[in-house]
DNA sequence: CTGAAAGCGCTTACAG
DNA sequence: CTGAAAGCGCTTACAG
């Protein structure tokens, strides 16, 4: 029958032994006999007792608690990403408090606030696009690690994929296909992640003499990404090929197209980052630069977990390679057919 | 300059009054005079304090947090659950603790467990599938509220759509349009929500002699309604209309619609269940029954908030409608269009 | 309007 | 191998 309040000390008189003694039991820690260790696991059990993070904490002046704040857990990556990160702690004793930030640095800041109030022993940050936080912000924290995101002038261990690699080794197929002027629909121009992937488009077109490349900054939605793809195809009919900053910009680009009556890959080829499981369902299958989510997170668990025991950690930036996955949705582009045919 | 160490006692020293009032000040209890409180401000500016989660929460005896145990945040449902949770919940000083079982039984109960290692204020939960959770579990949880799926024998106030009534209205426009043979692609039998939802099918197919029905239960996965959309498809080809249990299920029937030649929705109707940013996308773009995620999530916030309040909450089940969007995978069955022409 | 004391549940030195 | 004391940061009675 538990307790109504079990405590250690209830344990403890229970088992004729003094809190101390529990506590080593719980904790493992030190050398407790056979006999009374039996005794104080019989208490714990008859009287249901569960341990109290937040004395443990408070006494520890440290919460078994890594928070995760991320623009928008909607967005499948940010939601991949947590469910990584949390298989990567299961069994080490933390947990995780995630926050959303909606990308508003004012938002991410109080959010952040809110976290630390819980002392956490560390944090995973995807920094919101023009975010403020500077590096005292983030060592008030202790252990920190940001993924996807870099913070310009921050040292903490970052975890990134090769973006710029990625998307060039991209760009580069298109154009050795035969397309001569191809887009890409990126993300918003202060985040980190469009600036990387926008220099590998412009190196792969400028390793191209003669070929063109268009690139629009976007806020990163399905509507924003619509909205570019669809002014693209209308201002410049040559473009053959295009790639997008995610999933959700991706998306827009796919319906803009059929929206200007163009046929993929036929007409356009597309590329989009990000693997997401319409992408295989959708007619062609789009073809994907697909990003290590679940690798960014298990390894942001480790490198905190790592922190956490006090250990140091090399700051990187540590690069998950990006995979390009050849679907449907590229092909050579019309006129380089019909001159073959 | 911030101080290494800022505590109530450090700004109470400083404002030259007593750790108390620091508390009145930060609390807004009791009455403090503008001078003090001003003293107080300036102290707690200069020192950079932030007060500690943890202490006030030992001392209360409670936490400021909810805990969210959901089956997998990757599935959209549960993220967009968590997103309008807290926002609900934003500005009332409480966070969320979000959690995966796997829809995994004793991973739940583990989870549950580390959990309530935190003594949190409250709890939303979305039991697992097979979940061996029953009253007592959550009465020690203090606040709870379920969402979407409902425990059998555990009276704690529930948040669920109108399913069966929805299912059915879907299930009975088909017929209404001429379909005689449909199926249900349903998810695990022993979850609540297969049920109501195989029984709203049921329902409306019982209305129309002549009309038959056929479910298959899944795992709720793509794959899983692939497969037996697939089967069903080749031993049925009478079957002219398919609703799908969720939105991966829905994924499946599509993709086994396609591989089976079928043209959608000339040969075979599709509906999902809880809209996903793909269905208008696809071609035909899906017709679906959109799932108040938002709503239930703004609820179950709600109520626990209520809760922690000390109000009584009225144990529902609480039902929030869906509403049926029609979109282009609907149709009248080709016989039907056929003799018509 | 303000303060001194006690205690929330635990672990960290320190002693034996 | 085991225990008594102190203290983590805060708020709750209780006094004035």
């Known amino acids: 029958m538990p307790q109504a309040k079990a405590t250690i000390y209830t344990v403890a008189r229970a088992a004729g032994v003094s809190a101390q003694t529990v506590s080593r039991v719980l904790n493992g820690t030190g050398q407790v006999s056979e006999k009374t260790r039996a005794a104080v696991r019989a208490a714990i059990e008859a009287q249901g007792y569960r341990p109290n993070t937040v004395g443990r904490s408070l006494r520890a002046s440290r919460t078994p608690m890594i928070g995760v704040l991320v623009a928008d857990i909607g967005n499948p990556f940010y939601a991949r990403l947590h469910r990584a990160i949390e298989r990567r702690l299961a069994g080490s004793g933390y947990s995780l408090m995630l926050m959303n930030c909606d990308d508003d640095a004012q938002i991410e800041r ?7 109030s819980y002392r956490p022993a ?9 975010s403020s936080l500077d590096e005292t912000d983030l060592r008030a924290f202790g252990h920190v690690v940001s ?3 870099v913070l310009d002038d921050v040292h903490v261990p970052a975890i990134v994929t090769d973006e710029r690699e990625a998307v060039a080794a991209a760009a580069a197929e298109l154009l050795a296909l035969g397309h001569t002027e191809i887009a890409m629909i990126l993300g918003p121009p202060e985040a980190s992640t469009t600036r990387a992937r926008a220099a590998g488009f412009h190196a792969a077109v400028a390793g191209r003499p003669g070929c063109r490349g268009h690139a629009r900054h976007t806020d990163g939605t399905r509507a924003g990404g619509e909205a570019a793809a669809g002014e693209l195809l209308g201002t410049h009919p040559g473009v053959t090929g295009m ?7 991706t998306e827009g680009i796919v319906s803009a197209v059929r929206t200007a009556g163009r046929a993929c890959p036929d007409e356009v080829s597309v590329i ?3 693997d997401a499981g319409w992408m295989t369902l959708y007619q062609p299958a789009i073809s994907v630069i697909d990003q290590p989510v679940e690798e960014m997170g298990a390894l942001a668990g480790r490198l ?6 006090g250990e140091s950690v090399d700051p990187g930036p540590w690069v998950v390679p990006s995979t390009l996955i050849r679907r ?3 092909a050579p582009p019309a006129t380089t057919k019909e001159s073959r045919t």
Chains 1, 2 share one sequence.
């Not at 109080?110 to 630390?116: G, N, P, S, T, V």
């Not at 560390?122 to 023009?130: E, N, Q, R």
């Not at 905190?304 to 025991?309: C, K, S, W």
Request: charged residues 15%; aromatic residues 6%.
């Open 147 to 149: 993924v996807s995101r």
């Open 304 to 309: 905190l977990l790592d922190l956490a025991a």
């Open 110 to 116: 109080r959010q952040l606030d809110l976290l630390r």
């Open 243 to 249: 790639i997008g900053f995610n999933a959700l910009v």
């Open 122 to 130: 560390g944090l995973v940050i995807v920094p919101s696009v023009g």
């Open 328 to 330: 449907g949705s590229v």
């Open 272 to 274: 989009g980052f990000t």
